[in-house]
């Protein structure tokens, strides 16, 4: 008989109760909106199994994750709905053909209307799955970001384009820069962490090529705080 260890520190993801959402349907694939809280795919230990892929799934039994959003970001994701579109869909990302936008607060005032954000980012493997800047050996990563609008209380709104896609990337940059995203648990200061209950980060939009019908797929969904 074979038996499984865990790290004794492993986090339990709390129960999710929200259900995501299914914003576009055609026979190819999905659109969902994932909430804050839920896993995109299942987690090693088996108390970390519930998540978006497993949940869609349970109607869509042949439904494939293309991409991932954290645990507690939320908004818009792309599901395959067959191996065929799963291939097409993961060549799509990966010659950057999707193209992406989220909204956050973030903690203070930024100086400028809009800027750019290029630092080469590393896992900081003895603090994984955190990630860090690294000029040395880190991989490119590029975003871009517009101001919303600025609020009460030295927060804004912002608007981001991220060019790349790495692991933690936004919540990375915007720290990099001190404008950490409010409830950010990874990388916000204590102050900008405790001001919100949950990470304000949100997937907002999606547009790509559909890779069967060559419709031009644009989806929105609202951002809910």
Not at 70 to 94: Q, W, Y
Not at 141 to 148: G, K, S
């Amino acid at each position: 008989m074979t038996s499984t260890t865990y790290p004794s520190k492993i986090y339990i993801v709390p129960p999710c109760h929200e259900q995501p959402t299914i914003l576009f349907q055609d026979n190819h694939l999905l659109l969902v909106n994932k909430p804050s809280g839920l896993l995109s795919v299942p987690g090693k230990h088996p108390a970390n199994r519930d998540c978006l892929i497993t949940r869609i799934q349970q109607d869509f039994p042949e439904a494939r994750i293309v991409h991932r959003l954290d645990l507690d970001t939320s908004g818009i994701m792309v599901i395959a709905l067959n191996a065929e579109v799963h291939r097409a869909l993961n060549k799509i990302f990966a010659e950057r053909e999707v193209k992406k936008e989220y909204e956050a607060i973030v903690f203070g005032k930024l100086p400028v209307e809009s800027g750019e954000i290029n630092l080469p980012l590393i896992c900081d493997w003895p603090n994984r799955p955190k990630q860090k800047v690294c000029f040395e050996q880190g991989k490119k990563a590029h975003t871009n970001y517009i101001v919303i609008h600025s609020l009460e209380d030295k927060q804004t709104r912002l608007l981001l384009k991220p060019v790349t896609g790495r692991s933690h990337q936004l919540r990375v940059h915007l720290a990099a820069i001190n404008h950490p995203i409010l409830g950010c648990d990874f990388y916000a200061h204590e102050q900008a962490l405790t001001i919100a209950d949950r990470l304000l980060l949100h997937a907002t939009r999606l547009t790509f090529t559909h890779p069967v019908t060559g419709d031009l797929i644009d989806k929105y969904s609202p951002c809910p705080f």
